[in-house]
């Protein structure tokens, strides 16, 4: 019997892959207009699927502490001994801690103590899409340093200051 939390962290493999078959039966037996839309097709399938490949390094599980939610570029932790809040738009660095027990995100607002964030908190994995959106942020290497065994904090992301002096 297949669990449902497999089919949920294989899922956007299973849809490229359906994708995927569906477009390049299209490429090959069809005529006129439709081979075009199933290259098409198999061309978006292997981006999902290198997507979702991505995605599946980052999950580690949700057994850990405390819960996280993103709504309305705010980035909220609700753990059972601390917790915190962050605005995405004010966020100027994010470091991965390994050190700690489960290892933990760290993000840093100016002026406000960090949030520590397992990685493996319930609803952690939507921390995903908020580093897909950072700009200048290295997903290969970051997922490299998830699972890695740094002795010391590292720093994932940080914002460049462009201000003028």
Request: with cysteine.
């Amino acid at each position: 019997m297949i669990r449902k939390e497999a089919l949920m962290r294989w899922r956007g493999v299973i849809l490229a892959a359906l994708i995927g078959a569906f477009g390049l039966r299209l490429l090959l037996a069809t005529f006129g207009i439709m081979p075009w839309i199933g290259g098409l097709l198999v061309a978006l399938s292997v981006v999902m699927l290198f997507a979702s490949l991505q995605r599946m390094r980052f999950f580690s599980g949700h057994d850990g502490p405390g819960v996280v939610q993103v709504v309305e570029g705010q980035l909220s932790y609700f753990g059972p001994l601390d917790g915190g809040i962050v605005s995405l738009t004010e966020m100027n660095r994010i470091e991965l801690d390994r050190t700690c027990q489960p290892a933990c995100w760290r993000f840093f607002q100016g002026g406000q103590t960090p949030v520590h964030i397992p990685v493996n908190a319930e609803g952690a994995e939507q921390l995903f899409d908020i580093f897909a959106r950072l700009p200048g942020i290295d997903t290969g290497r970051m997922l490299d340093e998830l699972r890695g065994n740094a002795q010391k904090p590292v720093v994932i992301w940080r914002k460049d200051d462009l201000r003028l002096h």
